[in-house]
């Protein structure tokens, strides 16, 4: 009988220690997938971390006025390509509009200089370039991965869907904007 008692508590121990043995397992692949969605992460915004942009007054001359509009810079300081959106958002006969611009691809290690009043198909009237410098630009863009991304007028990135940006947000506001717009310049800076 004492034997069949001792079998028993050893079974239950033996029982205790595989459920705790079983326990810290299932914990440390927690762990491990945590760390690697961690790591991936991370790996995903190595690209989107390097898109910045920042906007500048830009002055143009006609015969008989001096004014400024708004030039964006965007910079990619990442070493892969990256499709480029921009959206503005204004003010204008009472209302507020949007209107997209597609930059078409960006090259890595560049910087493009655009010219919203341009590239969206505004003509430089008075009107419209009091609207577009009050305006409030985002920048939307695909990285090489097909991982979209937004950055907004304080710097703040946003994870978005690819396919949200191309089907939805640039179709929705504005279908008929070119593809490429002849209005951005893209130079070479330095990558490290």
Not at 107 to 123: A, K, N, Q
Not at 156 to 176: E, G, M, W, Y
Request: aromatic share 10%; glycine share 4%; hydrophobic share 40%.
């Amino acid at each position: 009988m004492i034997g069949t008692v001792v079998a028993g508590i050893a079974a239950v121990v033996a029982i205790v220690i595989s459920l705790r043995s079983y326990s810290l397992s299932v914990s440390t692949y927690d762990l491990q997938v945590a760390d690697r969605n961690e790591r991936l992460a991370n790996d995903k915004r190595k690209v989107s971390d390097r898109i910045t942009w920042w906007r500048e007054n830009y002055a143009r001359e006609t015969e008989t006025t001096r004014y400024f509009e708004p030039l964006l810079v965007i910079q990619n300081s990442s070493s892969e390509p990256v499709t480029v959106y921009v959206l503005a958002d204004y003010f204008h006969d009472g209302q507020w509009k949007k209107r997209w611009a597609s930059k078409g691809v960006m090259p890595p290690c560049t910087i493009m200089r655009d010219y919203p009043l341009e590239s969206v198909g505004v003509l430089a009237r008075r009107e419209y370039r009091e609207s577009f410098n009050k305006a409030t630009y985002t920048l939307y863009f695909i990285d090489s991965a097909g991982n979209g991304w937004s950055r907004d007028a304080m710097g703040r990135l946003t994870s978005t869907s690819a396919d949200h940006i191309r089907n939805v947000l640039f179709k929705q506001v504005s279908p008929t904007v070119p593809a490429q717009a002849p209005t951005a310049y893209a130079t070479p800076v330095s990558c490290s």
